[in-house]
């Protein structure tokens, strides 16, 4: 059924955001169950797959009217993955414990950090984007961006072990490619050069390699443009072309600090 509303039609067959929402934060606990009753614990995460594979079905037949996707396929690839994406993030938790000094246990980054959070719900929306899944993986991701402040698109392929430390304004676009150890900080964009729908099946977004360093508020832009490995990205940095491995990349800026009972320069702001 559509509903006709001045200038666009709405589709109402689609899943809403409560039904995604939910399966999202399901699929999170059911990859990081907190319990105290292990013979409960198994009969409950043998519920709970069941539960979230009935509730990814009906998310597919929302999502796929025409049935040009093998769901049956899909659910079963999707779910025998869960055990790999688990050992990966468990790899992304261990890089912040080493190397975090406000970290102290990995289940304190599990519950509480949200970079980490941004990382899981890519890596659970990653493989159903790959599988040519609509929509679906953009709304998983969403629904964390809403909760993290990170906008991670599902489409961004990243290595792992990856950091991403306090997190809010990162921005890591459709086509990024991001190696192994890697640690971002907050208000990294790893963005387009322009946005052209004529690009949209190009690579618009940079390459990290592996070991890379990115500091807060860095700007690194454009499809061409590659990170080298074991390169530091110092803070506050724009970047539009390539740099060679082993680079230390900073901006550099002069802050003068003068008593100011000796200061005689009128200051004068017009905001």
Not at 49 to 59: A, E, F, K, N
Not at 90 to 98: E, V
Not at 236 to 262: C, E, F, G, M, R
Request: with cysteine.
């Amino acid at each position: 059924m559509h509903y006709q509303y001045p200038g666009f039609i709405l589709n109402n067959t689609l899943p809403s955001k409560k039904q995604v929402n939910c399966f999202i934060e399901g699929l999170t606990h059911y990859v990081f169950p907190v319990t105290q009753e292990p013979q409960a614990f198994l009969q409950h995460h043998e519920q709970q797959c069941g539960s979230l594979q009935s509730q990814l079905t009906r998310l597919l037949a929302l999502v796929d009217k025409n049935n040009s996707l093998q769901h049956d396929e899909i659910i079963t690839t999707y779910f025998d993955s869960l055990c790999g994406i688990k050992d990966t993030l468990l790899k992304d938790a261990q890089l912040i414990l080493d190397f975090d000094p406000a970290a102290t246990s990995l289940e304190e980054i599990i519950i509480c950090y949200p970079g980490f959070q941004a990382i899981t719900v890519h890596r659970l929306s990653h493989p159903l984007y790959k599988m040519n899944v609509p929509i679906l993986p953009r709304m998983m991701n969403e629904w964390v961006h809403s909760q993290t402040g990170i906008d991670i698109n599902p489409g961004a392929t990243i290595g792992s072990p990856f950091f991403i430390d306090h997190g809010t304004g990162v921005v890591i676009g459709e086509t990024a490619v991001i190696g192994n150890n890697v640690k971002i900080y907050q208000g990294v964009t790893l963005g387009a050069l322009a946005v052209r729908k004529e690009d949209a099946t190009r690579k618009r977004h940079p390459t990290v390699q592996d070991n890379v360093v990115i500091y807060a508020g860095s700007t690194i832009l454009g499809g061409s443009t590659i990170i080298g490995h074991d390169s530091i990205i110092g803070g506050n940095t724009w970047l539009t072309h390539s740099i060679p491995a082993h680079s230390v990349v900073y901006h550099q800026h002069q802050t003068v600090v003068k008593d100011s009972k000796d200061f005689e320069e009128p200051i004068n702001f017009v905001i």
